[in-house]
Protein backbone atom coordinates (compact mmCIF):
# COMPACT_ATOMS: atom_id res chain seq x y z
CA UNK A 1 0.00 0.00 0.00
CA UNK A 2 1.29 3.26 -1.08
CA UNK A 3 1.57 5.97 2.10
CA UNK A 4 -0.41 8.56 -0.72
CA UNK A 5 -3.01 6.57 -1.17
CA UNK A 6 -4.94 5.49 1.98
CA UNK A 7 -7.75 7.09 3.76
CA UNK A 8 -7.76 6.27 6.56
CA UNK A 9 -5.37 4.91 9.36
CA UNK A 10 -6.49 2.97 12.44
CA UNK A 11 -4.13 2.78 15.79
CA UNK A 12 -3.62 -0.32 17.70
CA UNK A 13 -2.54 0.82 20.52
CA UNK A 14 -2.99 4.64 20.27
CA UNK A 15 -1.61 6.37 23.20
CA UNK A 16 2.01 5.57 23.52
CA UNK A 17 4.10 8.38 23.32
CA UNK A 18 6.06 7.66 19.62
CA UNK A 19 2.54 6.08 18.24
CA UNK A 20 0.83 9.24 19.10
CA UNK A 21 3.38 11.54 16.93
CA UNK A 22 2.38 9.09 14.17
CA UNK A 23 -1.30 9.60 14.78
CA UNK A 24 -0.93 13.42 14.82
CA UNK A 25 1.06 13.14 10.74
CA UNK A 26 -1.88 11.81 9.62
CA UNK A 27 -4.51 13.86 11.11
CA UNK A 28 -2.49 17.01 9.83
CA UNK A 29 -2.32 15.24 6.51
CA UNK A 30 -6.80 15.29 6.77
CA UNK A 31 -7.00 11.44 7.34
CA UNK A 32 -9.55 9.79 9.40
CA UNK A 33 -7.90 8.02 12.09
CA UNK A 34 -9.01 6.50 14.88
CA UNK A 35 -7.70 3.61 17.58
CA UNK A 36 -7.98 1.12 20.50
CA UNK A 37 -5.61 2.17 24.09
CA UNK A 38 -5.74 0.13 27.27
CA UNK A 39 -6.56 2.99 29.77
CA UNK A 40 -7.46 6.82 28.84
CA UNK A 41 -4.72 9.41 29.70
CA UNK A 42 -3.87 13.06 28.87
CA UNK A 43 -2.20 12.62 25.62
CA UNK A 44 -5.05 10.00 24.04
CA UNK A 45 -7.59 13.09 25.30
CA UNK A 46 -5.48 15.59 23.59
CA UNK A 47 -5.51 13.32 20.65
CA UNK A 48 -9.25 13.24 20.72
CA UNK A 49 -9.27 16.81 20.34
CA UNK A 50 -7.68 17.17 17.81
CA UNK A 51 -10.05 15.02 15.96
CA UNK A 52 -8.77 10.95 16.77
CA UNK A 53 -11.63 8.72 17.92
CA UNK A 54 -10.18 6.55 20.52
CA UNK A 55 -11.94 3.85 22.46
CA UNK A 56 -10.91 1.75 25.44
CA UNK A 57 -12.22 -1.89 25.58
CA UNK A 58 -11.16 -4.13 22.69
CA UNK A 59 -14.50 -4.15 21.19
CA UNK A 60 -14.86 -4.48 17.00
CA UNK A 61 -17.78 -2.82 16.50
CA UNK A 62 -16.02 0.20 18.14
CA UNK A 63 -13.75 0.65 15.05
CA UNK A 64 -14.92 3.33 13.02
CA UNK A 65 -16.51 2.15 10.01
CA UNK A 66 -14.23 4.23 7.83
CA UNK A 67 -11.20 2.02 9.27
CA UNK A 68 -13.30 -1.07 7.88
CA UNK A 69 -12.40 -0.95 4.30
CA UNK A 70 -9.33 -2.81 3.93
CA UNK A 71 -8.47 -1.66 0.60
CA UNK A 72 -8.13 2.04 2.00
CA UNK A 73 -7.19 1.71 5.77
CA UNK A 74 -3.34 1.15 7.18
CA UNK A 75 -3.56 -0.25 10.20
CA UNK A 76 -0.56 0.69 12.78
CA UNK A 77 0.01 -1.25 16.09
CA UNK A 78 2.68 -1.03 18.61
CA UNK A 79 4.86 -4.43 19.87
CA UNK A 80 3.65 -3.85 23.45
CA UNK A 81 0.01 -5.39 21.90
CA UNK A 82 -0.30 -8.76 22.71
CA UNK A 83 -1.02 -11.29 19.72
CA UNK A 84 -4.01 -12.41 20.52
CA UNK A 85 -5.54 -8.87 20.94
CA UNK A 86 -9.39 -8.94 19.06
CA UNK A 87 -8.58 -6.21 16.89
CA UNK A 88 -5.36 -7.00 16.14
CA UNK A 89 -6.62 -10.53 14.86
CA UNK A 90 -9.71 -8.81 13.29
CA UNK A 91 -7.44 -6.72 10.92
CA UNK A 92 -4.86 -10.00 10.43
CA UNK A 93 -7.99 -12.49 9.35
CA UNK A 94 -9.95 -9.79 7.33
CA UNK A 95 -6.41 -9.22 5.37
CA UNK A 96 -5.48 -5.03 6.11
CA UNK A 97 -2.23 -3.62 5.42
CA UNK A 98 -0.79 -4.05 8.93
CA UNK A 99 2.08 -2.28 10.06
CA UNK A 100 4.65 -1.71 13.12
CA UNK A 101 5.41 1.87 14.00
CA UNK A 102 8.93 1.84 12.70
CA UNK A 103 7.94 0.71 9.79
CA UNK A 104 5.79 3.92 9.05
CA UNK A 105 8.74 6.09 9.97
CA UNK A 106 10.91 4.00 7.69
CA UNK A 107 8.45 4.96 4.61
CA UNK A 108 8.99 8.29 5.54
CA UNK A 109 12.49 8.42 5.59
CA UNK A 110 12.63 6.92 2.11
CA UNK A 111 10.93 10.24 1.22
CA UNK A 112 12.49 12.66 3.23
CA UNK A 113 16.06 13.02 4.29
CA UNK A 114 15.77 11.24 7.48
CA UNK A 115 17.88 12.71 10.48
CA UNK A 116 17.90 9.98 12.80
CA UNK A 117 18.61 9.66 16.51
CA UNK A 118 19.66 6.30 17.70
CA UNK A 119 20.75 5.04 21.26
CA UNK A 120 20.62 3.22 24.64
CA UNK A 121 20.07 6.93 26.24
CA UNK A 122 20.25 10.37 25.26
CA UNK A 123 18.20 10.29 22.10
CA UNK A 124 15.26 11.39 23.33
CA UNK A 125 17.23 14.30 24.17
CA UNK A 126 19.15 14.61 21.42
CA UNK A 127 16.70 14.74 18.72
CA UNK A 128 14.47 16.64 20.37
CA UNK A 129 17.56 19.30 20.02
CA UNK A 130 18.57 18.83 16.94
CA UNK A 131 14.42 19.22 15.60
CA UNK A 132 14.50 22.54 18.09
CA UNK A 133 17.57 23.98 15.81
CA UNK A 134 16.24 22.81 12.77
CA UNK A 135 12.95 24.16 12.48
CA UNK A 136 13.81 27.67 13.69
CA UNK A 137 16.89 27.53 11.38
CA UNK A 138 16.53 28.35 7.60
CA UNK A 139 15.62 24.70 7.08
CA UNK A 140 12.93 23.42 8.96
CA UNK A 141 12.16 20.29 9.66
CA UNK A 142 9.24 17.48 10.55
CA UNK A 143 9.87 15.43 13.52
CA UNK A 144 8.67 12.16 15.34
CA UNK A 145 9.60 12.46 19.19
CA UNK A 146 10.34 10.19 21.91
CA UNK A 147 8.99 13.26 24.37
CA UNK A 148 6.66 16.04 24.67
CA UNK A 149 8.98 18.66 23.69
CA UNK A 150 8.70 21.52 26.15
CA UNK A 151 8.70 24.02 23.37
CA UNK A 152 5.96 22.87 20.94
CA UNK A 153 3.90 21.17 23.79
CA UNK A 154 4.49 18.37 21.44
CA UNK A 155 6.22 15.17 20.19
CA UNK A 156 5.56 15.86 16.82
CA UNK A 157 6.52 19.13 14.07
CA UNK A 158 4.72 19.16 10.67
CA UNK A 159 6.40 21.57 8.40
CA UNK A 160 7.17 21.64 4.41
CA UNK A 161 10.90 20.77 4.85
CA UNK A 162 12.65 17.74 3.56
CA UNK A 163 14.14 16.89 6.61
CA UNK A 164 12.38 14.28 8.86
CA UNK A 165 14.22 14.24 12.63
CA UNK A 166 13.61 10.88 14.22
CA UNK A 167 14.07 9.16 17.63
CA UNK A 168 15.67 5.91 16.34
CA UNK A 169 14.38 2.89 19.10
CA UNK A 170 16.29 -0.13 19.19
CA UNK A 171 13.65 -1.74 20.90
CA UNK A 172 12.49 -4.76 19.16
CA UNK A 173 14.76 -4.10 16.47
CA UNK A 174 12.49 -1.66 15.51
CA UNK A 175 15.52 0.70 13.70
CA UNK A 176 16.07 -1.81 10.97
CA UNK A 177 13.23 -0.49 9.54
CA UNK A 178 15.03 2.99 8.99
CA UNK A 179 16.82 4.62 6.08
CA UNK A 180 18.49 7.82 7.60
CA UNK A 181 20.44 10.40 5.99
CA UNK A 182 22.06 10.73 8.35
CA UNK A 183 22.51 9.36 12.09
CA UNK A 184 23.71 10.14 15.50
CA UNK A 185 24.78 6.94 17.64
CA UNK A 186 24.70 8.26 21.59
CA UNK A 187 25.37 4.81 23.15
CA UNK A 188 25.19 1.07 22.73
CA UNK A 189 25.07 0.28 26.56
CA UNK A 190 23.30 -3.36 26.87
CA UNK A 191 19.82 -2.64 27.33
CA UNK A 192 16.34 -5.22 26.17
CA UNK A 193 17.73 -8.57 26.65
CA UNK A 194 15.07 -9.90 27.16
CA UNK A 195 14.48 -9.23 23.52
CA UNK A 196 18.16 -9.73 22.09
CA UNK A 197 19.18 -12.12 24.99
CA UNK A 198 23.22 -11.48 24.66
CA UNK A 199 24.95 -7.98 24.80
CA UNK A 200 26.83 -9.45 21.60
CA UNK A 201 23.70 -9.65 19.59
CA UNK A 202 22.52 -5.91 21.04
CA UNK A 203 25.54 -4.55 19.59
CA UNK A 204 25.29 -6.83 16.06
CA UNK A 205 21.84 -4.69 15.87
CA UNK A 206 23.68 -1.39 16.55
CA UNK A 207 25.79 -2.60 13.89
CA UNK A 208 23.53 -3.53 11.25
CA UNK A 209 21.80 -0.12 11.86
CA UNK A 210 24.88 1.65 10.86
CA UNK A 211 24.63 -0.17 7.53
CA UNK A 212 21.16 1.41 6.49
CA UNK A 213 22.68 4.99 6.23
CA UNK A 214 22.34 6.17 2.89
CA UNK A 215 25.44 6.98 0.98
CA UNK A 216 26.65 10.46 0.72
CA UNK A 217 24.90 10.78 4.08
CA UNK A 218 26.51 10.82 7.38
CA UNK A 219 27.24 8.34 11.07
CA UNK A 220 28.29 11.05 13.69
CA UNK A 221 29.16 8.05 16.61
CA UNK A 222 29.98 8.68 20.04
CA UNK A 223 33.76 8.22 21.12
CA UNK A 224 34.91 4.74 22.48
CA UNK A 225 31.63 3.01 21.86
CA UNK A 226 32.04 -0.66 21.86
CA UNK A 227 29.90 -1.63 18.82
CA UNK A 228 31.83 -1.56 15.09
CA UNK A 229 30.05 0.08 12.96
CA UNK A 230 29.65 -0.71 8.87
CA UNK A 231 29.27 1.65 6.76
CA UNK A 232 28.01 1.70 3.06
CA UNK A 233 30.83 3.53 0.61
CA UNK A 234 30.28 7.31 0.62
CA UNK A 235 28.89 7.34 3.95
CA UNK A 236 30.88 10.11 6.20
CA UNK A 237 31.90 9.32 9.35
CA UNK A 238 32.19 11.76 12.80
CA UNK A 239 32.86 11.26 15.91
CA UNK A 240 31.87 12.93 19.11
CA UNK A 241 32.15 13.34 22.93
CA UNK A 242 32.43 15.92 25.83
CA UNK A 243 36.20 16.87 25.51
CA UNK A 244 37.74 15.10 22.20
CA UNK A 245 36.27 13.93 19.10
CA UNK A 246 35.57 15.52 15.96
CA UNK A 247 33.00 17.56 17.74
CA UNK A 248 33.45 18.52 21.15
CA UNK A 249 33.34 21.23 23.61
CA UNK A 250 35.96 23.79 24.99
CA UNK A 251 35.78 26.06 27.31
CA UNK A 252 33.31 24.81 29.32
CA UNK A 253 31.61 27.18 32.30
CA UNK A 254 29.44 26.07 34.93
CA UNK A 255 28.63 28.64 36.87
CA UNK A 256 25.28 30.30 39.05
CA UNK A 257 23.19 27.66 37.22
CA UNK A 258 23.84 28.54 33.84
CA UNK A 259 26.17 26.14 31.19
CA UNK A 260 28.14 27.61 28.61
CA UNK A 261 31.17 26.45 26.28
CA UNK A 262 32.67 26.83 22.57
CA UNK A 263 31.70 24.02 20.20
CA UNK A 264 34.40 22.44 18.43
CA UNK A 265 34.17 21.45 15.09
CA UNK A 266 35.54 20.06 11.63
CA UNK A 267 32.88 22.74 9.93
CA UNK A 268 33.14 25.61 12.19
CA UNK A 269 33.71 26.40 15.73
CA UNK A 270 30.65 28.70 17.37
CA UNK A 271 32.17 30.20 20.23
CA UNK A 272 29.81 30.60 23.86
CA UNK A 273 26.93 28.50 23.42
CA UNK A 274 24.12 28.89 26.32
CA UNK A 275 22.25 25.90 27.23
CA UNK A 276 18.46 26.57 27.59
CA UNK A 277 18.27 23.93 29.65
CA UNK A 278 21.21 24.07 31.85
CA UNK A 279 21.99 20.55 33.06
CA UNK A 280 25.90 19.18 32.75
CA UNK A 281 24.81 16.08 30.46
CA UNK A 282 22.79 18.28 27.65
CA UNK A 283 26.50 19.43 26.80
CA UNK A 284 27.38 16.58 25.22
CA UNK A 285 23.76 16.00 24.02
CA UNK A 286 24.19 19.56 22.66
CA UNK A 287 27.68 18.72 20.75
CA UNK A 288 25.44 15.52 19.16
CA UNK A 289 22.47 17.60 17.78
CA UNK A 290 24.76 20.57 16.93
CA UNK A 291 26.60 18.33 14.80
CA UNK A 292 23.97 16.74 12.74
CA UNK A 293 22.45 20.28 12.11
CA UNK A 294 25.28 21.81 10.90
CA UNK A 295 26.50 19.20 8.85
CA UNK A 296 22.88 19.73 6.94
CA UNK A 297 23.93 23.46 6.93
CA UNK A 298 22.35 25.61 9.75
CA UNK A 299 24.24 28.51 10.66
CA UNK A 300 26.39 29.16 13.58
CA UNK A 301 23.95 31.88 14.75
CA UNK A 302 21.14 29.44 14.00
CA UNK A 303 22.97 26.70 16.18
CA UNK A 304 23.60 29.18 19.24
CA UNK A 305 19.75 30.43 19.05
CA UNK A 306 18.60 27.01 18.74
CA UNK A 307 20.58 25.71 21.88
CA UNK A 308 19.88 28.73 23.65
CA UNK A 309 15.85 28.84 23.39
CA UNK A 310 15.93 24.82 23.85
CA UNK A 311 13.45 24.22 26.76
CA UNK A 312 13.83 20.73 27.42
CA UNK A 313 11.44 17.72 26.84
CA UNK A 314 8.85 16.62 29.64
CA UNK A 315 10.29 13.81 32.05
CA UNK A 316 13.57 14.29 31.09
CA UNK A 317 15.08 15.95 34.06
CA UNK A 318 12.45 17.82 34.12
CA UNK A 319 12.35 20.58 36.79
CA UNK A 320 8.47 21.14 38.91
CA UNK A 321 10.04 23.21 41.75
CA UNK A 322 13.50 25.12 41.78
CA UNK A 323 14.30 27.51 44.70
CA UNK A 324 16.87 28.57 46.86
CA UNK A 325 15.24 25.79 49.70
CA UNK A 326 14.00 23.16 47.49
CA UNK A 327 14.35 21.62 44.05
CA UNK A 328 12.48 18.67 42.46
CA UNK A 329 12.41 17.06 39.63
CA UNK A 330 11.22 13.95 37.69
CA UNK A 331 13.44 12.01 34.95
CA UNK A 332 12.83 9.13 32.77
CA UNK A 333 16.00 7.52 33.64
CA UNK A 334 15.40 3.89 33.64
CA UNK A 335 18.75 2.06 32.65
CA UNK A 336 21.99 1.93 34.79
CA UNK A 337 23.59 4.22 32.67
CA UNK A 338 20.85 6.95 32.78
CA UNK A 339 20.75 6.76 36.15
CA UNK A 340 24.91 7.48 36.49
CA UNK A 341 24.34 10.39 34.22
CA UNK A 342 21.33 11.81 35.77
CA UNK A 343 22.90 10.99 39.32
CA UNK A 344 26.18 12.28 38.38
CA UNK A 345 24.42 16.06 36.96
CA UNK A 346 22.20 16.33 39.45
CA UNK A 347 25.00 16.16 41.99
CA UNK A 348 27.26 18.75 40.25
CA UNK A 349 24.36 21.05 40.45
CA UNK A 350 23.88 20.74 43.76
CA UNK A 351 27.40 19.80 45.60
CA UNK A 352 26.25 20.36 48.63
CA UNK A 353 22.43 19.72 49.04
CA UNK A 354 21.38 16.52 50.31
CA UNK A 355 19.71 14.49 47.42
CA UNK A 356 16.94 11.96 47.63
CA UNK A 357 15.61 9.80 45.03
CA UNK A 358 12.53 7.59 44.82
CA UNK A 359 13.25 5.17 42.02
CA UNK A 360 10.90 2.95 40.33
CA UNK A 361 12.32 -0.03 38.68
CA UNK A 362 10.85 -0.56 35.01
CA UNK A 363 10.93 -4.35 33.83
CA UNK A 364 11.50 -7.57 36.05
CA UNK A 365 14.42 -8.54 33.12
CA UNK A 366 16.12 -5.04 33.44
CA UNK A 367 16.16 -5.49 37.24
CA UNK A 368 17.07 -9.18 37.27
CA UNK A 369 20.31 -7.97 34.75
CA UNK A 370 21.20 -5.30 36.19
CA UNK A 371 20.66 -4.49 39.82
CA UNK A 372 24.26 -4.49 40.71
CA UNK A 373 24.82 -1.59 38.42
CA UNK A 374 21.62 0.25 39.09
CA UNK A 375 22.84 0.06 42.90
CA UNK A 376 26.28 1.79 42.07
CA UNK A 377 24.54 4.51 39.64
CA UNK A 378 22.02 5.35 43.11
CA UNK A 379 25.09 5.20 44.95
CA UNK A 380 26.14 8.28 44.30
CA UNK A 381 23.19 9.87 45.74
CA UNK A 382 22.54 10.44 49.72
CA UNK A 383 19.13 8.56 49.87
CA UNK A 384 17.63 5.89 47.97
CA UNK A 385 13.37 5.27 48.18
CA UNK A 386 12.90 2.13 46.03
CA UNK A 387 9.44 0.96 45.11
CA UNK A 388 7.82 -2.24 43.80
CA UNK A 389 8.90 -3.14 40.17
CA UNK A 390 7.07 -1.49 37.47
CA UNK A 391 5.78 -5.12 35.20
CA UNK A 392 4.69 -3.27 31.83
CA UNK A 393 5.21 -5.86 28.98
CA UNK A 394 5.71 -8.70 31.75
CA UNK A 395 4.72 -11.19 34.20
CA UNK A 396 6.89 -11.52 37.66
CA UNK A 397 10.17 -13.40 37.65
CA UNK A 398 11.03 -15.12 41.35
CA UNK A 399 13.49 -13.75 43.32
CA UNK A 400 13.56 -10.53 41.15
CA UNK A 401 12.21 -7.39 43.23
CA UNK A 402 13.56 -4.18 44.14
CA UNK A 403 15.46 -5.37 47.31
CA UNK A 404 17.76 -6.52 44.97
CA UNK A 405 19.08 -3.24 44.41
CA UNK A 406 18.22 -2.03 47.90
CA UNK A 407 20.35 -4.81 49.27
CA UNK A 408 23.37 -3.88 46.94
CA UNK A 409 23.03 0.07 47.70
CA UNK A 410 26.90 1.26 49.26
CA UNK A 411 27.07 1.82 52.46
CA UNK A 412 26.29 5.52 53.89
CA UNK A 413 23.65 5.59 51.67
CA UNK A 414 20.33 6.05 53.84
CA UNK A 415 17.84 3.40 52.31
CA UNK A 416 13.89 2.77 52.35
CA UNK A 417 11.54 0.61 50.63
CA UNK A 418 7.94 1.57 50.08
CA UNK A 419 4.69 0.91 48.07
CA UNK A 420 4.09 3.05 45.51
CA UNK A 421 0.69 3.40 46.71
CA UNK A 422 2.66 5.10 50.43
CA UNK A 423 4.57 7.74 48.23
CA UNK A 424 2.29 10.18 48.56
CA UNK A 425 2.16 9.70 52.38
CA UNK A 426 5.85 9.04 52.81
CA UNK A 427 6.60 12.89 51.03
CA UNK A 428 3.95 14.46 53.30
CA UNK A 429 6.06 13.31 56.40
CA UNK A 430 9.75 13.81 55.27
CA UNK A 431 11.68 17.50 54.16
CA UNK A 432 13.97 17.73 51.29
CA UNK A 433 16.64 19.96 49.96
CA UNK A 434 16.82 18.13 46.35
CA UNK A 435 14.18 15.42 45.26
CA UNK A 436 14.20 13.73 42.71
CA UNK A 437 11.60 10.92 40.66
CA UNK A 438 13.33 8.45 38.66
CA UNK A 439 11.69 5.62 35.97
CA UNK A 440 9.84 4.59 33.03
CA UNK A 441 6.87 3.39 35.01
CA UNK A 442 3.59 5.45 36.38
CA UNK A 443 5.26 6.39 39.51
CA UNK A 444 5.41 9.73 36.85
CA UNK A 445 1.66 9.84 37.28
CA UNK A 446 1.86 10.94 41.26
CA UNK A 447 4.71 13.75 40.37
CA UNK A 448 1.74 16.88 39.87
CA UNK A 449 0.29 15.50 43.33
CA UNK A 450 3.69 15.49 45.02
CA UNK A 451 4.56 19.38 43.83
CA UNK A 452 1.13 19.89 45.15
CA UNK A 453 2.65 18.44 48.72
CA UNK A 454 5.68 20.17 48.33
CA UNK A 455 4.48 23.48 47.54
CA UNK A 456 2.16 23.60 50.39
CA UNK A 457 4.80 22.96 53.24
Known sequence: ?????????????????????????????????????????DLTRQLEKEGMSIH???DINQIPQACKNQQECLVIYTPAIPADHKELRFFQENGFEIQKRAQVLGTLTKTHKGLCVAGTH????????????????????NAFLGGISKNYGTNYILSDSDYVVIE??????????????????????????DIYGTKEAY???????????????????????????????????????????????????????????????????????????PIPINIENGIAA???????GCTAEELKHGMETYGGVDRR????????KLVFLSDYAHHPKEIYQSARSIRELYKDKHITAIFQPHLYTRTRDFYKDFADALSQLDEVILTEIYPARELPIEGVTSK???????????????????????????TFEVLIVLGAGDLDNQVPEIAKILNSK
Not at 122 to 136: L, R, V
Not at 168 to 193: C, G, K, N, Q, Y
Not at 229 to 251: I, P, T
Not at 317 to 324: C, N, S, V, Y
Open 122 to 141: GKTTTSTMCAHIMHQSHLDC
Open 404 to 430: LIYDNLKPGVKKEMIRKDNVLSFVKNH
Open 1 to 41: MNINDIKSVYFVGAGGIGMSAIARYFLNKGLIVGGYDKTPS
Open 317 to 324: FDFKIKTD
Open 290 to 296: MAMAQLN
Open 203 to 277: LESFRHYSELIQPEGALIIHRNLEMKEHLQDGVRRYDYSLNEGDFHAENIRIENGEISFDFISPIENVKDVSLGQ
Open 56 to 58: YEE
Open 168 to 193: ADEFDRSFHWLRPWMSVITSTDPDHL
